[in-house]
């Protein structure tokens, strides 16, 4: 690892940790100010932006960037739309910095409680998409930590861009711009720098591809927040209705297929698999999905339809595949999701409110849904505003983490002179 690169690292670090004293007692009316500035500032430069990341796109095309990854850097009107509504709803929630709980007298005359607060410095790595650059400063700025946003060289045009948008922001609701920063190189030696700088980082959030975020699980010297799999699954319930099924089906897997909450498995139960997976299997086929499916799927299907591995179990596809298999009951589907999962996002499809109490307790994932396709599994959809990401850890934060994902908490104490004996 360079030299010159650590130094540049270390340099961001310090000043991201002086910003992140400011942030932490800022008012919530100066972050708010900042965040409608920043979504000013990305509206009046829409065509500026499409300008920057059709530059990435055109790179990526000629880097061989597979479909998936084009698709996440790609940015339209729409998305832009996408990510100034996330700033407008990232302000409009309320403050988490400095709420107090859990006040009590304990018998010795002192109060005791909790205050909510800022972990300090955050660290995001991350690839492809853009707008995880806005959605992460949104929700750093809002929850008072300053943050260090180190994207992929794939976006760096885009990145750049919409880090001068949110310095801009900064400057105009005066606070410090070294709140959210950008790492400007894209040198591969600058995570390595970042994720073991434990005297200036408190906290890493990586999103990407699987072996990006296994490195930085591996090498971290700074708590990281994560998520490896997004193997998600929809099971099909005997007791389903089956348009809903069919719907929430069909939209778990089309609606995108590159998002890690997308259903990469179909579970379907024997009694209801004919009423379901034929009129599916044609909706997928005018997709051009394929599909790979156990013994029992290729047998109801026909020739067109591939086996499914124990491989296809395991996958996660980003990408227009689907591995579906028909199950006898509810305790072979929810050992398939706990054995195969990724402990993401999982659902059930069912009328019967005891099948749905079970699935809800016995399925071991970071969201669970009844009835719902899994597509809904993020930070905007939860009216969070906006995720920092996805995390199927079980300690701090689970799930699409959001405000108070990016904060902790500190015992207080409040005496009058009161002393031990």
Same mark, same amino acid.
Do not use: W
């Given at each position: 690892m360079s030299e010159s690169v650590i130094n540049y690292i270390h340099t961001l670090g310090r000043a991201a940790r002086s910003a992140s004293r400011e942030l932490a007692r800022a008012p919530i009316a100066q972050k708010n100010q900042a965040l409608a500035a920043i979504g000013s500032a990305l509206n009046a430069a829409r065509d500026t932006l499409l300008t920057a990341n059709a530059k990435d796109m055109t790179q990526g095309l000629a880097n061989g960037l597979d479909s998936a990854l084009l698709d996440r850097l790609e940015l339209n009107q729409a998305r832009i739309d996408e990510m100034i509504e996330g700033l407008r709803q990232v302000a409009a929630l309320p403050e988490p910095v400095g709420a107090i709980r859990d006040m009590?007298?304990?018998?010795?005359?002192?109060?005791?409680?909790?205050?909510? /607060?800022?972990?300090? /410095?955050?660290?995001?790595?991350?690839?492809?998409?853009?707008?995880? +650059?806005?959605? $992460?400063?949104?929700?750093?700025?809002?929850?008072g930590n300053a943050a260090i946003l180190r994207g992929g060289s794939e976006a760096i045009h885009s990145n750049q861009f919409i880090a001068a948008c949110i310095a801009q922001g900064l400057r105009e609701a005066g606070l410090p711009e070294a709140a959210v920063q950008l790492v400007q190189t894209t040198d591969r030696a600058a995570v390595g720098a970042l994720i073991q700088m434990a005297e200036f980082v408190d906290v890493i959030v990586p999103r990407g591809g699987k072996s990006l975020i296994a490195r930085i699980s591996d090498e971290a010297k700074v708590p990281v927040i994560k998520h490896l799999d997004g193997i998600c699954h929809v099971y099909i319930d005997q007791a389903a209705d089956i348009d809903k099924a069919i719907k929430i089906a069909d939209n $778990?897997?089309?609606?995108?297929?590159?998002?890690?909450? +997308?259903? =990469?498995?179909?579970?379907?139960?024997?009694?209801?698999?004919?009423?379901?997976? /034929?009129?599916? $299997?044609?909706?997928?086929?005018?997709?051009?999905? =394929?599909l790979r499916g156990c013994a029992a799927t290729c047998a109801l299907l026909g020739e067109d339809i591939k086996a499914a591995t124990e491989e296809d179990w395991q996958s996660e596809y980003n990408a227009p595949i689907l591995s579906i298999r028909i199950v006898t009951s509810?305790?072979?589907?929810?050992?398939?999701?706990?054995h195969y999962g990724s402990q993401h +996002?999982?659902?059930?499809?069912?009328?019967?409110?005891?099948? $749905?109490?079970?699935?809800?307790? =016995? /399925?071991d994932s970071s969201s669970v849904m009844v009835n719902a396709s899994t597509r809904f599994a993020d930070g905007f959809e939860y009216g969070l505003g906006a995720e920092i990401g996805i995390s199927t850890d079980k300690l701090h934060a689970r799930g699409p983490v959001g405000l108070e994902g990016l904060t902790s908490e500190k015992y207080i104490v409040l005496g009058d002179g009161h002393i031990r004996g």
């Open positions: 009590r007298y304990l018998p010795s005359g002192i109060q005791v409680g909790k205050m909510r /607060v800022p972990l300090g /410095v955050i660290g995001i790595i991350y690839e492809s998409r853009p707008n995880v +650059t806005i959605d $992460a400063a949104s929700l750093c700025l809002k929850s $778990a897997k089309t609606q995108r297929f590159s998002p890690c909450n +997308t259903m =990469e498995t179909l579970l379907v139960h024997q009694t209801i698999a004919a009423d379901v997976l /034929v009129p599916l $299997a044609d909706i997928y086929r005018q997709k051009r999905v =394929e509810l305790d072979e589907a929810i050992d398939h999701i706990n +996002t999982d659902a059930i499809v069912t009328e019967n409110l005891c099948h $749905a109490r079970r699935f809800l307790t =016995e /399925v």
